[in-house]
C-alpha cells in the first residue's frame, strides 16, 4: 500500500497565540506535526484509505533555520524517499525561510518523488487559521501523479522551488513565483498543473556537502548594494575568512563602484563572487559587471546555497 510521509519543522503553522484575534503575537514551532494532522478536515476522504505517517524533526521558528537542521531533514527526506512504499513528502515549515529550504532540498535530493512543503501565515490557535487547509492541499498535491521535485504549496498556489518567493510579510498568500508564475493551482481539492516541474536533481556535490558537519560547509554571505554602499561590509568578511560572496545588485546586476572595487579584490585574494540582482522579479540580462553570475532567476540567498554546493568541489 502507498504511504506518505509529513515531516514537522515548526513555523506560524505550529504556532500558538494567547487569544483567538492574536494573528501577529504568536509563538511560531508549539505544536506537533500529529497535532497539526489532526486538525485537518476532510483528511482521511483525501487519503482515501491509503497510510499516512509523521515524523517531528525540528520544532522552531524558521528565521531560525541553520545548516544542521537542513542537514537532518535533507538525511531524513532521503530516508523515507528510499522507501519504495512511499510515494512523497510533505514538510510543514515555516514561511519566513521556506524558499530557502526548498531551494536547498531541490539541490540535495535526487528523485523523482514530490516533495512539497506547507506553511501557514496566521497560527493553529486564530479563530480561522490557514494551517490546515494548507496541509489538505499539500497533501493533495503529493498526491496527485504529476507532482515531481520540490514544490511549495500555500492559499491554493502551488510553486516550484526555482521560482517560489516571499513577497509579503502578513498576507495569507504570502508567496510569489515572479515572471514565472505558479506551476499548479489547487481548487477544491483537485489540482490543476500551468507548467510541468522538473524532478529533484542532486548538484554534484550534494553528498559532499551532506556528509560534511554543517559547522564546516563553506561560509557565504549576501550582500546587497544600495545607495553609500560601503567597502568595509566585503573586506571585513573576506578579513573574517567568508569563502563567498552573493552581491545582489541594484537593477540588472549593476554594483556601486566602490563596493565592486572591494568585491574584485577579495575575488583576487581567492573569495568565490556571485552577481544576482535585488529586483523582486527578472533576471540579469547580460554581463553587466566583470563578477560571475549566479544560476538565472535565483535569488541572493538561494545562490547562496547554490555557491556554497559549488564550493564543496
Ligand atoms: C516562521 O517562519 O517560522 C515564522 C513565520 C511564519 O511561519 O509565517
Not at 512539497?116 to 493533495?140: H, K
Not at 541572493?300 to 556554497?308: D, E, G, P, T
Request: a negative charge; proline letters at 5%; one cysteine or more.
Amino acid at each position: 500500500m502507498q504511504q506518505w510521509v509529513v515531516l514537522g519543522t515548526g513555523g506560524t503553522i505550529a504556532g500558538t497565540a494567547a487569544s483567538p484575534s492574536d494573528l501577529t503575537g504568536y509563538k511560531a514551532g508549539q505544536l506537533g506535526v500529529q497535532t497539526l494532522l489532526e486538525a485537518v478536515p476532510g483528511l482521511q476522504q483525501v487519503l482515501q484509505g491509503e497510510s499516512l505517517v509523521c515524523e517531528q524533526v525540528a520544532q522552531l521558528d524558521s528565521k531560525d533555520m541553520d545548516h544542521a537542521t537542513w542537514q537532518a531533514l535533507a538525511r531524513r527526506c532521503s530516508h523515507w524517499l528510499s522507501q519504495p512504499e512511499v510515494g512523497g513528502l510533505v514538510i510543514t515549515h515555516g514561511t519566513d525561510t521556506l524558499e530557502e529550504t526548498a531551494w536547498f532540498l531541490q539541490q540535495v535530493l535526487s528523485t523523482d518523488k514530490p516533495v512539497v512543503l506547507t506553511c501557514a501565515m496566521r497560527p493553529a490557535t486564530a479563530a480561522e487559521p490557514d494551517g490546515p487547509q494548507n496541509l489538505l492541499d499539500a497533501l493533495t498535491v503529493v498526491r496527485d501523479p504529476g507532482a515531481r521535485g520540490v514544490l511549495v504549496v500555500c492559499a491554493g498556489q502551488i510553486h516550484c522551488a526555482r521560482d517560489v518567493q516571499k513577497v509579503h510579510p502578513f498576507r495569507l498568500d504570502a508567496f510569489s513565483s515572479g515572471e514565472a508564475g505558479p506551476c499548479g493551482q489547487v481548487v477544491d481539492g483537485h489540482v490543476r498543473w500551468h507548467a510541468a516541474q522538473a524532478a529533484a536533481l542532486a548538484h554534484p556535490q550534494a553528498a559532499k556537502l551532506l556528509a560534511t558537519a554543517a559547522a564546516d560547509w563553506p561560509w557565504v554571505a549576501v550582500l546587497h548594494s544600495h545607495a553609500g554602499a560601503d567597502p568595509r561590509q566585503a573586506q571585513l568578511l573576506v578579513t573574517a575568512g567568508v569563502k563567498g560572496l552573493v552581491m545582489a545588485g541594484t537593477g540588472n546586476g549593476t554594483v556601486h563602484q566602490a563596493l565592486l572595487t572591494a568585491l574584485l579584490q577579495a575575488q583576487a585574494q581567492g573569495v568565490a563572487v556571485r552577481l544576482t540582482t535585488r529586483c523582486a522579479e527578472g533576471q540579469i540580462v547580460g554581463q553587466p559587471q566583470s563578477l560571475q553570475l549566479s544560476e538565472p532567476g535565483l535569488n541572493a540567498f538561494k545562490a547562496r546555497i547554490s555557491l556554497m554546493l559549488d564550493l564543496m568541489a
